[in-house]
């Protein structure tokens, strides 16, 4: 997956659940960012690995819904 469309679909879900979702700091190689309550850690890669995203996106289930990225 495309690491601005990991973002992308993170922002809009976040949008919809009524939740902030911000860059807090860039880091050597990632990005770190603010979803509620939850500290998001994103590679900096053009592509990032699919099993890395869906990771990311289920650690978030908690902050945007069960299952939001399905």
């Known amino acids: 997956m495309k690491r601005i469309d990991l973002i992308k679909?993170?922002?809009?879900?976040?949008?919809?659940?009524?939740?902030?979702?911000?860059?807090?700091?860039?880091?050597?190689?990632?990005?770190?960012?603010?979803?509620?309550?939850?500290?998001?850690?994103?590679p900096r890669h053009r592509e990032i690995n699919e099993?890395?995203?869906?990771?990311?996106m289920r650690d978030l289930d908690g902050q945007l819904g069960e299952g939001w990225w399905k």
């Open 9 to 42: 679909k993170i922002g809009a879900a976040a949008i919809v659940a009524g939740k902030d979702f911000s860059l807090l700091r860039e880091g050597g190689s990632h990005s770190i960012f603010q979803c509620g309550d939850l500290t998001v850690v994103i």
């Open 51 to 56: 099993i890395t995203a869906r990771g990311i």
